[in-house]
């Protein structure tokens, strides 16, 4: 992810893939953690929830409103299009069409249209 416009800060907290030593606040309710093994973006409650509108049968490999960075990030982007560069969007259809086989095809088209 290439995010021109996030702000990176050191922390400690917690995550499900162990504590954390950098966040970027992406914007608003949207953090991006890494670890030294791994990471992914938190969102509030409210946006995840919007998250799960668009896509109703998706669930996160970590659970809650935690998005891992592998697949699962791509959602999140494809959900709040404006914090990402075109090149990302490009990237984040092709992992969610790519990562899971088609599955969330129809609603991924449902939100190219808007």
């Not at 954390?20 to 953090?31: E, L, M, Q, S, V």
């Not at 999140?76 to 969610?96: C, D, G, H, M």
């Amino acid at each position: 992810m290439i995010l021109t416009h996030a702000t990176d800060q050191r922390t400690k907290d917690a995550t499900p893939w162990g504590q954390a030593d950098n966040k970027r606040i992406i914007a608003p309710g949207i953090i991006d953690y890494s670890t030294p093994g791994h990471g992914g973006i938190k969102l509030t409650a409210a946006l995840a929830a919007k998250v799960s509108r668009a896509f109703p049968t998706f669930e996160t490999f970590a659970g809650g409103p935690w998005y891992e960075e592998d697949c699962d990030w791509a959602f999140v982007a494809v959900v709040f299009p404006q914090y990402w560069p075109p090149k990302s969007l490009e990237a984040a259809r092709n992992t969610i069409r790519s990562c899971y086989d088609g599955k969330h095809a129809e609603e991924l088209n449902a939100l190219e249209l808007t």
